[in-house]
């Protein structure tokens, strides 16, 4: 349909409705951890000195990697799983490692028997990253 100029902002046919688009400003991108494990405990804060700072170092794990976390979730899946918003443009999906499969192996590397990780008790060695859409099931709703 060609565009109208006399019609109210050229006409509702000069607009389609676009289900996925961004709000932030940026093109944005969910990346899910998947700890494997409980880590509801791990909320401890490094600058303290805590041993349970796990999601903190999480979050330093990112910024390692270049990103930052625009957005957070909760602790969803039995407390083992979280999701984080981070800028799309500053993923490599190009090179032969990927920024989620750096950021997967540099967040397996926080583990609690490593003496170079004294912040975190958990067992991080089996997480995983996952780049992931928003789609919430009615029934799967966190509150």
């Avoid at 969910?30 to 880590?39: G, N, R």
């Avoid at 999480?58 to 957005?71: C, D, I, K, P, Y």
């Avoid at 984080?84 to 590397?109: G, K, N, P």
């Amino acid at each position: 349909m060609a565009y109208s100029t006399t019609a109210v902002a050229g006409g509702k046919g000069n607009f389609s409705l676009n289900q996925n688009f961004e709000v932030e400003g940026v093109d944005a991108t969910l990346l899910t951890v998947d700890f494997v494990v409980d880590v509801s405990a791990e909320t401890g804060d490094l600058t303290t000195g805590s041993t349970t700072a796990g999601l903190q170092m999480t979050r330093h794990a990112f910024e390692h990697q270049g990103l930052r976390v625009l957005a957070e979730g909760p602790l969803v899946d039995g407390n083992t799983q979280k999701t984080y918003m981070v800028r799309s443009d500053c993923l490599d999906t190009l090179s032969s490692t990927t920024t989620v499969a750096a950021l997967q192996a540099y967040i397996r590397t926080l583990d609690q028997s490593s003496s170079s990780f004294p912040g975190v008790t958990a067992d991080l060695t089996g997480a995983t990253v996952t780049e992931t859409k928003i789609g919430i099931l009615t029934a799967a709703a966190v509150s």
